[in-house]
Nanobody, 115 residues
């Protein structure tokens, strides 16, 4: 059974930075995609950033140039460095691993950006 545990969320002022971490435990052999999604109140969950395969990255247009996704294979961890945060980045951020045909989600971590 794969478990994903996120950390690093919190409250930050606009223009500030946060780094989210997602540590995976269990058998993650066959991971196809690692990624971060977010869901703001009253809105649908949306893709923020993905690592596809070994090193192909994809970002939502709203975060390009501000957010960076990375991975540490030895630690089975994926990170999301978030810079120049804006109030509209406020949301619950979820980690996702797509392993073969299965999708795994973390419990979510709250990010609040104050203006």
């Amino acid at each position: 059974q794969v478990q994903l545990v996120e950390s690093g969320g919190g409250v930050v002022q606009a223009g500030g930075s946060l780094r989210l971490s997602c540590a995976a435990s269990g058998n993650i052999f066959g991971t196809l995609v690692m990624g971060w999604y977010r869901q703001a109140p009253g809105k649908q969950r949306e893709m923020v950033a993905l690592i596809i395969g070994q090193d192909t990255t994809k970002y939502a247009d709203s975060v390009k140039g501000r957010f960076t996704i990375s991975r540490d294979n030895l630690k089975n961890t994926v990170y999301l460095q978030m810079n120049s945060l804006r109030p509209e980045d406020t949301a619950v951020y979820y980690c996702n691993f797509q392993i073969t045909k299965y999708n795994y989600w973390g419990q979510g971590t709250q990010v609040t950006v104050s203006s």
